[in-house]
């Protein structure tokens, strides 16, 4: 973590939050790349506890252990934690709970179709988004350009 991102990333909203529910434990887990991590001690009531980097096997059982996982960033590709913390089955069924995705990112729209979930596809080229819908046979999708972008929606 940096300080750059701990607003971005939610870090800040996180520990907050732990004043809230003081029964619970709040577990930020990551390499610690700066001094930001002072700020989120000195802000963090006593149920936060920061483990700084930790081996792909430990945070497996990190995951698994987790009741809860959250993903506060601001903004986001796919994320790679999320993507960590959720098997393949878990991911699609994670898309699939929402009522509409908009993502700029095509493995977003990809996870979204297969779970069945209506998809708005913002894409910086219409050749590779528009192009790969109609390869999946969805060429009659609704899109539409803006500026220099394509919105393409998929029902």
């Not at 089955?89 to 990112?105: D, H, N, T």
């Not at 069945?116 to 528009?130: E, F």
């Amino acid at each position: 973590m940096k300080k750059q991102t701990i607003k971005r990333k939610g870090l800040e909203t996180f520990v907050k939050s732990a004043r809230y529910l003081s029964n619970i434990k709040f577990v930020l887990i990551g390499s610690h790349l700066d001094d930001s991590i002072k700020y989120l001690r000195s802000i963090a009531p006593s149920n936060v506890e920061f483990t700084g980097f930790v081996s792909d096997e430990e945070l497996l059982k990190w995951y698994q252990r987790a009741k809860v996982y959250c993903q506060l960033s601001r903004y986001e590709g796919l994320p790679n934690a999320l993507c960590e913390a959720l098997s393949p089955p878990e991911l699609i069924a994670f898309y699939g709970q929402s009522l509409i995705l908009v993502g700029a990112r095509l493995h977003s729209i990809l996870f979204a179709l297969i779970a069945g979930t209506p998809s708005i596809a913002i894409a910086v080229s219409k050749h590779k988004t528009l192009g790969i819908m109609q390869i999946l046979g969805l060429e009659d999708s609704f899109w539409i350009p803006i500026l220099n972008q394509v919105i393409l929606l998929c029902l």
